[in-house]
């Protein structure tokens, strides 16, 4: 009902106004053109009874001169009219009050020139005012009668035009039935205006919405698909899937991660929070910053997390490498995909081969490649201030060793020196078993005084005897050739030259001893 009334009474109003509008602005213009009737009445009066008038005025004859006025006020728009000469002015019993709307000079008929009254006719107000109310209430009911019409003809035409229409359009609208996979079309081909129109473009959507409902219906069996064929992926995996909010709080995760998080917490139940991390024991605070700082859509970046060696439990380091990625999903909101993989086993392989490749398989001290490697770099990167001396050990007397105890007691004395040396020197220093029974000892920061002690050091203990079995002892000495950086040399090669040379002098001169190359100058 509300589509009925509405157009057809905003219409009423509006004219309503409009004749309200037309009403005042026909009032005025009624006023003025029967103010302007008026006038030109009492000017045609005037001109009427002029002579008479004059005639009066000339003989001063009153009687004629009320005859004049008294047919003028005959006349329902005169109000009042009267001529004045000096001696009727002074005879009348009355005058008219107000200023006069007609003033015509009465002149002599028989000279044109003089004038010998005046002849004053005023309007009556009241009368010019009936008929300009008389005028605008017939004006008003003809206009106001014509609102009513258009207010009819308005709802009639808005029923059959508009409103019944789009009552059974809205009817046939509620009647599809858009669970069905083809819902049924609007009938438009009886109607050829608007509202056929309408029906033909409602048929139209409905044909789009169609493709569209099949084309959510084929994503709809896609994603279930590649949901079913996720979650197989997922829970068949051998790394530990998660899925996080932005914040890193758990979402979601796959069998893998469940048991690592069991073999990892001694938890049975997963915890969905943010502080997952922690409890599996990672390095958290890097790895999280690293995490939330990396800006979505961006490739997949892979940490390398190590959890420490757990004494009190007798369980040795593991090591994670995580890969993560963030990605808004279908709602816009955004995800982070970690993939977790335990690389202990490949790590542990790595180490051993890095181990072997930079240490001597028997004293498992850092091999000549390695030595060569840190310290070139040590002088590659060290400040002008930088000093290290460079101590080259040569074992007096193990040949013998070998020759008489056999060289399985030679590799009890290597081990042992090793061992020996190890205890002395610092952890920021180097200890090298160059090659057979040859050392090589870096010192860092130390002056030659403070080399000199530590060498005295190494010499001790290599003269200590060295048990071999229950009854047997070896018994050696070492001759020590030290070169210091910078002072005698800026480049391994020639340091190493250098204590070289004063290990052999020392050699020469009758072995356990220990010797500067800076003294041989």
Known sequence: MKINVKLPLLIAVSAMIAGIIISAWSYSRIQQQTEERSLQTLMSLAETVY?????????????????????????TIVACAEITTTKIDAHAEQHCEHQASITKPLFSPFEQNQQVGTLLIYESKSEIQAQVLSQFYSASINVF????????????????????????????????????????????????????????????????????????????????????????????????????DETLTLKSVNPKFIELWTHNTGLAEVTFDDHWLERLSFEMAELKSRIKSTPADSEPHSIEVEVPAASELK?????????????????????????????????????KTEFAADHDTLTKLKNRRATRRIVERLIEQSEPATQFSVLLIDLDGFKQVNDSLGHDAGDIVLKEIAKRYQDIVRKTDIICRWGGDEFVVVLSEVDEKETANIAEKILSATQLPVQIDQEQQAKIGASVGVASYPKDSQDFDKLFDQADHAMYQIKKSGKNNILFYSQLS
């Open 145 to 244: 009668a014509i609102v009513c019409i258009i207010t009819l003809l308005t709802l009639v035409v808005t029923y059959l035009l508009v409103s019944h229409p789009i009552s059974v359009l809205s009817d046939a609208l509620k009647d599809i039935d858009f669970a069905n996979d083809s819902p049924e079309r609007l009938d438009h081909a009886d109607r050829q205006d608007e509202i056929g129109s309408i029906r033909h473009i409602i048929n139209k959507l409905l044909d789009k919405l169609d493709e569209r409902l099949q084309h959510e219906r084929n994503l709809v069996l896609q994603t279930e698909n590649l949901a079913s064929n996720f979650k197989m992926i997922c829970e068949l995996s051998t790394s530990a899937l998660v899925v996080t």
């Open 51 to 75: 002579n008479t008038a004059a005639a009066a005025a000339y003989l001063d004859d009153a009687p004629l001169a009320k005859d004049v006025t008294d047919g003028l006020l005959k006349n």
């Open 315 to 351: 369980q040795d380091a593991i090591w994670f490498e995580v890969t993560f990625t963030k990605a808004e999903n279908r709602l816009g909101e955004l995800n982070i995909f970690i993939i977790i993989n335990d690389i202990t086993e490949q790590k542990r392989k790595l180490i």
